[in-house]
C-alpha cells in the first residue's frame, strides 16, 4: 500500500515509460514482497496452478537478469513495527466487520497470524533465489525502506517496488510496474520529477502521509484528503513542514503562523496584503469615483466624445482597477486562511499527532544489517543447476529438461559477461561452444543479436539442454503452458533447436553489446557482411532494372 489516498494517482502524470534496455547492467533492489503478493492474484485466476510465487519468482528473475540485463538485489521483510503489525490487525477487522474496539495490541516484533502461509511462500522463494545464485538481504523492518535506502545510498540503481512510502524512505527511483511484452516495459518515477512537477520533496511527501494516512497509522488525520493535503503541505517550507505539524498537532500554531514564508504559497510572505480600505466606486458604470461625478461628464475609462456621461456597465462586469484588484486578493487571502485555519483545527484534534516514531521510521537510515559506510555483500552467483532442478521438480513438478531450457538465457548471459572478463569456462553448459552470429532480431522495438552455439563433439555425454522428442513429453509442457500461463506470470524465452546433419545447434536472442563485449571480432564481422551483403544487393537491383 504505502500512502493511502490514492496517492499513486497524484504521481501517475510524471511517470517515465522506460524502453528494454533501461536497466541494462544497472543494479536494482527487488522489494521481494511485492512479487509474492502478486500470486495471490494468480490464484484467483489460475486455481489451478502450482506454487505461482515459485513460478513468478523464477521467470521473472530470469527476464529481469536476461532479457533485461539487470543485477538484482532482492529484499525481504525483516520483524515488522508494533505500529505495522496494529495496522495489519485494524486492517484486517475492518475488512471482516468486526468492532474496532477490541483491537489487541500486539507485542513488539510478533507477526499477526494470518501472515504464516506468507512467510512459508517468502521462505520458499529465497530458496529459490539463493539456488538461482541471486543475492538476498533481510530489512531490519520494511523490505522497501532497505531498497530506498540502498537507492538514496547509491548501492543500487532503482527499486522495483509498488509500495509509495519508498519515496519517504529516501528512494531516488522506483519501478511500479513492469509490462514485459511491450516497447516500454518499465513505468519509472524519479523524486527529481516530482519535486519539479509538484514541488514535493522527502519531508513534504511524509508529511502527506501522515495526514492522509500510511501503512502504520490507517487513519490519517479525518477529512483530509490527497489534494487537499498537497495543497496544506506546500504552504510550508521543505525545512519547517514536519515542525509546523507537531507544532500544529500540539495546539501551539493553530493560526498556521510561519516563521519561513513558502514561494509555493502565492498569499502570503513578502507579499503579504495591507487590510486597504476599497475605493468607492460608480454605481453606474461601475469604474472609480461618484455616480454624481460621473452624471455630468464621463469619466476616464468611460469617454464618449458626445457628453453624454458614462456608459452603463454590463452584466457580471469586473473594474480592473488596483483598488479592486487588491480588494480581490485580500478577499481571497482571508479565504484561504479560514481554509487553513480549518485544516489546522482538524489536526490538532488528533490525538497524539504526528506520530514521532512515524516520522523517525521514514527518516531513518539504518534498515539493514550491515556498516552503512561499507555498505551491502552483494554478489551473483553461477546457478546451482542441478540442486535448482531437484528444487523445482519437487515443488512445481516439473520435467528437468524443461527446468534446463527455461534457465539457459541466464546461463548464456552469464557465459557471454564471462568472456567479456575472460573469466568464462570453455563451454557453454560444459556442451556449446559459441559458433556465430545467426541474424538481426527486433522485439518490441529492440535490436537483438540471435547467437548461434554449437554442441561440442568432445562435450561431456548427456542432453542438458536438448528438448525431448518424446510427444507425450512436448504435450505436457505445453499443457503446463496453457494452464498456468497469465499476464503476471510470464515466461521466459525458449531457445530454438536446429539440427543440421546430426549436429545439434542452440540459438539464443542476446543483447548486442553484450555479445559484441564477449566476441567483438565474430560480431564486427557479422556486421560488415550484411552491410556487404546489402551493397551487393542493391547492385544486383540496378542490374535487373
Aim: hydrophobic share 35%; glycine share 6%.
Amino acid at each position: 500500500m504505502g500512502v493511502g489516498g490514492h496517492f499513486w494517482d497524484l504521481l501517475k502524470p510524471y511517470a517515465r515509460h522506460e524502453g528494454f534496455g533501461y536497466l541494462r547492467d544497472k543494479r536494482v533492489a527487488v522489494d521481494l514482497s511485492f512479487w509474492i503478493v502478486q500470486h495471490e492474484t494468480a490464484i484467483k485466476k489460475r486455481s489451478f496452478a502450482r506454487n505461482p510465487h515459485l513460478r513468478l519468482t523464477f521467470f521473472r528473475t530470469i527476464n529481469l537478469f536476461s532479457k533485461f540485463g539487470a543485477f538484482p538485489v532482492f529484499v525481504v521483510d525483516g520483524t515488522p513495527s508494533p505500529l505495522k503489525s496494529q495496522a495489519r490487525i485494524r486492517r484486517f477487522f475492518q475488512a471482516s466487520g468486526l468492532d474496532l474496539s477490541s483491537l489487541p495490541v500486539p507485542e513488539d516484533g510478533v507477526l499477526v497470524e494470518r501472515n504464516q502461509a506468507f512467510r512459508k511462500c517468502v521462505k520458499e522463494c529465497v530458496e529459490l533465489l539463493e539456488l538461482l545464485g541471486m543475492p538476498v538481504l533481510e530489512a531490519k523492518g520494511e523490505a522497501e525502506a532497505l531498497c530506498a535506502q540502498l537507492n538514496y545510498e547509491g548501492h543500487v540503481d532503482a527499486c522495483i517496488t509498488a509500495d509509495s512510502d519508498a519515496f519517504l524512505f529516501g528512494a531516488n527511483c522506483v519501478i511500479k510496474c513492469i509490462h514485459p511484452n511491450s516497447r516500454e516495459p518499465f513505468e519509472c518515477y524519479h523524486i527529481s520529477d516530482i519535486e519539479d512537477g509538484l514541488g514535493l520533496k522527502r519531508n513534504r511527501l511524509i508529511a502527506i502521509a501522515l495526514l492522509v494516512g500510511n501503512d502504520h497509522d490507517l487513519q490519517g488525520v479525518q477529512g483530509i484528503g490527497v489534494d487537499k493535503a498537497l495543497r496544506f503541505v506546500k504552504t510550508f517550507s521543505e525545512e519547517e513542514i514536519l515542525n509546523s505539524l507537531k507544532e500544529i498537532g500540539n495546539g501551539e500554531k493553530l493560526l498556521c503562523e510561519r516563521d519561513v514564508g513558502s514561494s509555493d504559497d502565492p498569499l502570503h510572505g513578502s507579499n503579504s496584503i495591507s487590510p486597504k480600505l476599497r475605493q468607492s466606486h460608480c454605481s453606474f458604470c461601475g469604474h472609480p469615483g461618484s455616480k454624481r461625478d460621473h452624471f455630468q461628464f464621463s469619466c476616464s475609462n468611460c469617454i464618449t466624445g458626445d457628453g453624454a456621461g458614462c456608459l452603463k456597465k454590463p452584466d457580471r462586469f469586473k473594474c480592473d482597477c488596483s483598488s479592486c484588484d487588491m480588494d480581490r486578493k485580500r478577499k481571497e487571502q482571508e479565504k484561504h486562511e479560514s481554509w487553513q485555519m480549518k485544516v489546522c483545527e482538524r489536526i490538532a484534534l488528533e490525538p497524539n499527532f504526528p506520530n514521532n516514531e512515524i516520522i523517525k521510521m521514514y527518516l531513518s537510515n539504518n534498515n539493514g544489517y550491515f556498516d552503512g559506510s561499507g555498505g551491502p555483500r552483494t554478489s551473483w552467483e553461477r546457478p546451482q543447476s542441478e540442486m535448482l532442478v531437484d528444487f523445482l521438480a519437487f515443488h512445481q513438478r516439473w520435467e528437468p529438461s524443461y527446468i534446463r531450457q527455461k534457465l539457459l538465457p541466464m546461463m548464456s548471459t552469464i557465459y557471454l559477461r564471462d568472456m567479456a572478463t575472460n573469466t568464462a569456462d570453455e563451454l557453454l553448459c560444459n556442451q556449446y561452444e559459441f559458433d556465430c552470429v545467426h541474424r538481426v532480431k527486433t522485439r518490441y522495438g529492440y535490436r537483438f543479436l540471435v547467437v548461434k552455439w554449437k554442441k561440442a563433439t568432445h562435450a561431456s555425454g548427456g542432453t542438458v539442454h536438448e528438448i525431448s522428442d518424446d510427444p507425450a513429453s512436448s504435450q505436457q509442457h505445453e499443457v503446463i503452458d496453457v494452464d498456468e500461463r497469465d499476464d503476471i506470470l510470464e515466461e521466459s524465452e525458449v531457445p530454438q533447436i536446429q539440427v543440421v546433419d546430426g549436429t545439434w545447434f542452440l540459438l539464443t536472442d542476446e543483447d548486442i553489446e553484450l555479445v559484441r563485449a564477449a566476441f567483438p571480432e565474430e560480431v564486427d564481422r557479422f556486421f560488415k557482411e550484411k552491410v556487404t551483403k546489402r551493397i551487393e544487393k542493391r547492385k544486383q537491383c540496378k542490374l535487373d532494372t
